[in-house]
């Protein structure tokens, strides 16, 4: 059964600091990795989607690199600004018929100004 | 292009009472995915439909909970009989094809049994 840990939990740091975020699972058989945002009572806005023939993807500030065999993700956010301050989740979706995601708890994210 | 629709936002309902929660998927899209996120968990997978069809259940709770994408009209989540434990954030996803292709999140319906 496939396992996604985000740890810590919530990270606060000052602006414009670059970061990095983890993302860890336990079953390298996976088709794709997604990272997400969600605002407070908000939906989820996808960041950025890694195959897992990719190695990495960048968007903006944002990169995200997938290390298919340790079972491991980074999101990489450069000069960080209070308007990143939210939750980023990780998923990942397994090899197979379809692309249900299995997800981490995600890490808050609180940029101070 | 609206994003995948979701209705109603927010639901309160009663204990005992019925939930209908709606999906309208991003246009062109056929596949569709139901997610349950609890308070201080992440979110799980429920449902995955297509169109008419019923993929993958696995999530579902084995009572209560339905799901349906009929040929015309959203995908449709239903809670039967609610309980205090169905209070949660529902999400649905869509996307345009099987395997690997980006899902696309709704914004949710906040369901509170009281």
């Known amino acids: 059964k496939q396992e996604v840990t985000q740890i810590p939990a919530a990270l606060s740091v000052p602006e414009g600091e670059n970061l990095v975020l983890n993302c860890s699972f336990t079953?390298?058989?996976?088709?794709?990795l997604q990272w997400f945002r969600q605002d407070p009572g908000k939906g989820l806005t996808s960041l950025l989607l890694i195959q897992s023939s990719q190695r990495e993807q960048t968007s903006g500030r944002l990169n995200a690199s997938l290390d298919k065999s340790s079972g491991r993700s980074t999101l990489y956010i450069a000069a960080s600004q209070p308007g990143d301050s939210a939750t980023y989740l990780c998923?990942?979706?397994?090899?197979?018929?379809?692309?249900?995601?299995?997800f981490g708890k995600g890490i808050t994210l609180s940029v101070r100004p | 292009n609206a994003g995948v629709m979701q209705n109603p936002r927010h639901l309160v309902r009663r204990r005992g009472q019925e939930a209908r929660l709606r999906c309208s998927p991003m246009k062109g899209h056929s596949h569709v995915y139901w997610y349950r996120q609890l308070p201080e968990e992440g979110l799980k997978f429920m449902v995955y439909l297509q169109k008419e069809n019923i993929i993958d259940e696995s999530g579902m709770p084995k009572e209560r909970f339905s799901a349906e994408f009929p040929k015309e009209g959203p995908s449709i989540l239903r809670i039967q009989q609610v309980v205090r434990g169905d209070s949660a954030a529902y999400f649905c996803?869509?996307?345009?094809?099987?395997?690997?292709?980006?899902?696309?999140f709704g914004q949710g319906t906040r369901l509170t049994v009281v």
């Open positions: 079953d390298s058989a996976i088709y794709n």
């Open positions: 996803a869509s996307s345009l094809g099987q395997r690997g292709t980006e899902a696309f």
């Open positions: 998923a990942v979706s397994p090899t197979g018929a379809n692309s249900k995601l299995t």
